[in-house]
């Protein structure tokens, strides 16, 4: 479903960039894919990046547009009539120009999105002010969906721009996301939802196991040196965590010459999760 919403809501995304750009463009929706937050970071790099912020609702969790900063400054120079050149160098932050534009770009995509949902759910996006240069504080573990759209000018090489939903604030609509889209033609709902499934078994997570957590005084802790021994302590079986959930205890032993931990009990799953 949520594939069938990207594909309704680029063809409005084509109209809001050409606003901008005074050209004819191109825009499609790119498959989606479900990540953690640190990956998709990670994948964007260092970059100059545009996080324009969308409350969704009365969900706490934010959507996010993603922009690259590049685009940005393209799309400020077509604005006031230039040719859709960046500035060389590209600057280290957003100017007072290009902050307002990354905002006003927010605003102008709520109406399409909030239409382009209004089959799942009325959810009232709306924009929220801030720097655009803001990385959100997401926990890195955090699962997300990430919508993305490719926008061009004829042949030319596409920008993407990306729509972020952290799966959290996705939850209250999860039936009405895994429901099928029926169609004149066919029912993709099959291949959409097998595809879906994939991505999110693809997604990956920390799995640690604490030995110990020995506690020392500040005295003693500025009063260390090398070859000094820390005396800890631990039972036969520990903690291991995936994330920040505690998946079960396991006894600490090797395998294949390797330190490993065998997992000797799981902590009941909670069906929350599971939706």
Aim: charged content about 20%.
């Amino acid at each position: 479903m949520l594939q069938h919403l990207s594909a309704r809501l680029a063809k409005a995304l084509r109209v809001v960039f050409e606003g901008l750009a005074r050209r004819p463009l191109r825009c499609w929706a790119e498959p989606v894919a479900v990540q953690r937050f640190a990956d998709y970071r990670a994948e964007r790099g260092n970059a100059l990046t545009a996080w324009q912020p969308l409350a969704a609702g009365s969900a706490r969790a934010r959507a996010h547009v993603v922009l690259d900063g590049r685009h940005v400054f393209e799309l400020l120079d077509c604005f006031f009539g230039g040719e859709g050149e960046a500035p060389q160098p590209l600057p280290a932050e957003f100017t007072p120009a290009a902050e307002t534009l990354v905002a006003r770009i927010g605003q102008a995509i709520v109406a399409p999105l909030d239409s382009a949902w209004e089959p799942v759910a009325r959810i009232a996006f709306r924009a929220i002010e801030g720097h655009a240069g803001n990385v959100p504080e997401a926990g890195g573990d955090e699962p997300v969906v990430v919508t993305r759209f490719g926008v061009a000018q004829g042949e030319q090489k596409p920008v993407w721009v990306d729509i972020v939903y952290p799966v959290s604030a996705l939850k209250p609509h999860a039936a009405s996301l895994t429901a099928k889209v029926h169609d004149s033609s066919t029912d993709v709902e099959p291949a959409w939802r097998s595809g879906l499934t994939r991505a999110v078994m693809g997604v990956t997570f920390p799995v640690r196991s604490v030995l110990a957590e020995p506690v020392v005084s500040l005295g003693r802790l500025l009063d260390l040196k090398a070859g000094d021994v820390i005396p800890i302590e631990f039972g036969p079986e520990v903690p291991v965590m995936v994330a920040q959930r505690r998946l079960g205890t396991g006894l600490v032993g090797t395998a294949n010459g390797r330190a490993a931990v065998r997992l000797t009990s799981l902590e009941p799953l909670d069906a929350e999760d599971l939706k």
